[in-house]
């Protein structure tokens, strides 16, 4: 079974910063795709910073055009964790951030299925 497991968030004031980080753990053959998804109240759950191709070489690194330039995701594949750095953080990046993994999995009978973290508040607010 596979499982993503998120740390970090919190409460911050405008212009701060925080580190969120995701580690997917299980059987896993290959991520093809991982990175950040968040969720404001009353909004849908929106794309903010993924990886393609994750554990191979050649792959995209995309962004939400809000966070270009104040956010920034890194990897460890040797951890296959993903990590987002957030800085000059807005007001309106209040949201619950989610992990999102795109993984091939299994052991004798592999299945690629789309894996979620259980969610973390970042509050920005003074």
């Known amino acids: 079974q596979v499982q993503l497991v998120e740390s970090g968030g919190g409460l911050v004031q405008p212009g701060g910063s925080l580190r969120l980080s995701c580690q997917a753990s299980g059987s896993i053959v290959t991520i093809n795709t991982m990175g950040w998804y968040r969720q404001a109240p009353g909004k849908q759950r929106e794309p903010v910073a993924t990886m393609t191709r994750f554990l191979l070489s050649g792959g995209s690194t995309n962004y939400a055009d809000t966070v270009k330039g104040r956010f920034t995701i890194t990897k460890d594949t040797a951890k296959n964790t993903v990590d987002l750095q957030m800085n000059s953080l807005k007001p309106e990046d209040t949201a619950v951030y989610y992990c999102?993994?795109?993984?091939?999995?299994?052991?004798?009978?592999?299945?690629?299925?789309?894996?979620w973290g259980q969610g973390t508040q970042v509050t920005v607010s003074s």
């Open positions: 999102y993994a795109d993984i091939l999995s299994g052991g004798s009978t592999w299945n690629q299925n789309e894996f």
